[in-house]
């Protein structure tokens, strides 16, 4: 049974940067597709960003060069650097990792950004 457990969240001032984390216990075939979502009050879940496992990477438009995933084969984890925060990033984020058809979930971590 694989598990998605988040680190990294909290408050942060605009303009702040902020990491967060998710590892993965269980075994994860290597071939995988690791993302982080986001969802915001009374919205949708949202693709943040994706990458895959031959480095191939997407970003939602709106955190374009400001927000970086990376992931780490050997510890099966992946993470999100978010760098020049805004309220509207505002959001519980979550990990995911789908591997040919099995998709697991982490279990939410909150970001706020406010002053």
């Known amino acids: 049974q694989v598990q998605l457990v988040e680190s990294g969240g909290g408050l942060v001032q605009p303009g702040g940067s902020m990491r967060l984390s998710c590892a993965a216990s269980g075994s994860i075939a290597s071939l995988n597709v690791m993302a982080w979502y986001r969802q915001a009050p009374g919205k949708e879940r949202d693709l943040v960003a994706r990458i895959t496992s031959f480095g191939t990477l997407k970003y939602e438009d709106s955190v374009k060069g400001r927000f970086t995933i990376s992931r780490d084969d050997a510890e099966n984890t992946v993470h999100l650097q978010m760098n020049n925060l805004k309220p509207e990033d505002t959001a519980v984020y979550y990990c995911?990792?789908?591997?040919?058809?099995?998709?697991?979930w982490g279990q939410g971590t909150q970001v706020t950004v406010s002053s």
């Open positions: 995911y990792i789908k591997s040919y058809n099995d998709e697991y």
